[in-house]
């Protein structure tokens, strides 16, 4: 039986970029995809489609404390499907690739 290969997009960060990090990451046979350079958004999934729909859905609220608007941001990700992040993934790959055809320049302009 085939096993499906696991590409994980890697960030800089230095935790993230450690030898016991990196060590694991080979342990699980993962291919590694490279971050872009930094401040980078056009490929960063929280900043293009993660983080944008979050403020929508906060847009106009107001929360009488900290654990009130705590409860509001994890009862939005509750709520989303796992197609949700799939489809994040997808259109990650579709940026990507643009970004690759632009030789790193920005997909959005």
């Known amino acids: 039986m085939q096993k499906k290969k696991i590409i994980f997009y890697q960030d800089n960060v230095p935790a993230h970029k ?3 990090a990196m060590g694991k990451l080979r342990d699980l046979h ?10 980078s958004s056009d490929l960063a999934p929280s900043d293009f489609y993660l983080f944008p729909e979050l403020k929508l859905f906060l847009a106009g609220q107001r929360f009488s404390s900290n654990q009130e608007a705590i409860a509001a941001v994890e ?12 489809d994040g993934i ?14 790193g320049d920005y997909v959005e302009k």
């Open 30 to 39: 993962y291919e590694l995809l490279e971050h872009p350079p930094p401040h």
């Open 75 to 86: 009862g939005y990700f509750a709520d989303l499907t796992k197609n949700h992040y799939r």
């Open 18 to 20: 450690s030898v016991l």
């Open 90 to 103: 997808m259109v990650l790959e579709h940026r990507w690739n643009k970004c690759i055809s632009l030789k």
